[in-house]
């Protein structure tokens, strides 16, 4: 049986805006990407809710669980957002595994909407029913992107004897179907937003990075996605994980003190993706991080 695609819920069971981070691969950087982005909501004074829909690699979970014991351990004063976790379902049959997901999910989503003014969802790789479900009910949809052809692949094709796009691929066409399935329910569109993340500084790479650009700006315009800059690859990320730290937490109280200048570039980064979403109630607010 082919995995079925929910319609979004309506307007009136939820306020808060949802902001998706996924696309159909691993290694992107989507929790990197979730996590920083949910930490600067919360320094912006939004209260922020998360869901972790890769129920078993719980990357995001673990993040935050992390960060959870830094705060305690050290009662240090860092924002922590609210999270509620989802799992698989145990039923055999698809219909039913899928009925019981798709109502745990509208419960997550309705219990977050009631005390969140944002809502960040972690997406699994690869395509499931959980993904489907909440690429439907997104009003911004970020997909981090590594800077090469194999991660392109999964938006386009290219004809190399033309070096031009010959149709979207799976996730592209995911995405459209997502975004058909929203207009007909609640008749506003997804924000799809496309971040060049985990780039290199590197000369050698310059050529490749050129003709990826190239590449995805075309299909930008033939699709309809916005392309925004992403995080460079840069070991402090993963650094921090274990702590449950960002980048916008290291010189705040309970964070880890000095900020180098390798720091800084990657905060201002953080700061050029979070003002290129242009996210609702935020317009012309100075940043806070």
Same mark, same amino acid.
């Given at each position: 049986?082919?995995?079925?695609?929910?319609?979004?819920?309506?307007?009136?069971?939820?306020?808060?805006?949802?902001?998706?981070?996924?696309?159909?691969?691993?290694?992107?950087?989507?929790?990197?990407?979730?996590?920083?982005?949910?930490?600067?909501?919360?320094?912006?004074?939004?209260?922020?809710?998360?869901?972790?829909?890769?129920?078993?690699?719980?990357?995001?979970?673990?993040?935050?669980?992390?960060?959870?014991?830094?705060?305690?351990?050290?009662?240090?004063?860092?924002?922590?957002?609210?999270?509620?976790?989802?799992?698989?379902? *145990?039923?055999?049959?698809?219909?039913?595994?899928?009925?019981?997901?798709?109502?745990?999910?509208?419960?997550?989503?309705?219990?977050?909407?009631?005390?969140?003014?944002?809502?960040?969802?972690?997406?699994?790789?690869?395509?499931?029913?959980? *993904?489907?479900?909440?690429?439907?009910?997104?009003?911004?949809?970020?997909?981090?992107?590594?800077?090469?052809?194999?991660?392109?692949?999964?938006?386009?094709?290219?004809?190399?004897?033309?070096?031009?796009?010959?149709?979207?691929?799976?996730?592209?066409?995911?995405?459209?179907?997502?975004?058909?399935?929203?207009?007909?329910?609640?008749?506003?569109?997804?924000?799809?937003?496309?971040?060049?993340?985990?780039?290199?500084?590197?000369?050698?790479? *310059?050529?490749?990075?050129?003709?990826?650009?190239?590449?995805?700006?075309?299909?930008?315009?033939?699709?309809?996605?916005?392309?925004?800059?992403?995080?460079?690859?840069?070991?402090?990320?993963?650094?921090?994980?274990?702590?449950?730290?960002?980048?916008?937490?290291?010189?705040?109280?309970?964070?880890?003190?000095?900020?180098?200048?390798?720091?800084?570039?990657?905060?201002?980064?953080?700061?050029?993706?979070?003002?290129?979403?242009?996210?609702?109630?935020?317009?012309?607010?100075?940043?806070?991080?």
């Amino acid at each position: 049986m082919s995995v079925a695609y929910a319609p979004a819920p309506s307007a009136a069971l939820r306020q808060a805006h949802v902001i998706v981070v996924g696309n159909q691969k691993g290694g992107a950087g989507k929790s990197t990407v979730a996590m920083h982005l949910i930490v600067a909501l919360m320094r912006m004074g939004r209260r922020t809710g998360a869901l972790d829909l890769d129920v078993r690699q719980r990357s995001l979970t673990r993040y935050i669980e992390n960060r959870s014991r830094w705060i305690a351990d050290r009662a240090a004063k860092l924002p922590a957002p609210q999270i509620l976790e989802l799992r698989e379902s *145990a039923q055999r049959s698809l219909d039913l595994a899928e009925a019981e997901e798709e109502a745990a999910f509208r419960l997550a989503l309705k219990r977050l909407s009631e005390t969140c003014d944002f809502i960040v969802i972690d997406s699994p790789g690869g395509d499931s029913f959980m *993904a489907r479900l909440a690429h439907a009910c997104a009003d911004t949809l970020i997909t981090p992107l590594n800077d090469s052809f194999v991660d392109f692949d999964l938006l386009g094709s290219l004809d190399e004897t033309c070096a031009d796009i010959v149709r979207p691929s799976i996730y592209s066409e995911m995405v459209w179907e997502s975004r058909k399935r929203k207009a007909l329910a609640v008749r506003t569109p997804i924000d799809w937003v496309v971040l060049r993340n985990r780039t290199s500084t590197s000369r050698i790479e *310059a050529k490749n990075k050129q003709r990826v650009g190239d590449a995805l700006k075309t299909l930008s315009q033939r699709i309809g996605f916005r392309l925004a800059p992403g995080l460079s690859e840069r070991v402090i990320y993963r650094e921090l994980f274990p702590q449950g730290l960002t980048m916008l937490d290291l010189d705040g109280d309970g964070g880890e003190g000095e900020m180098k200048m390798g720091h800084l570039a990657a905060r201002q980064e953080l700061r050029d993706l979070f003002l290129t979403l242009k996210l609702p109630g935020l317009e012309g607010e100075a940043l806070k991080f």
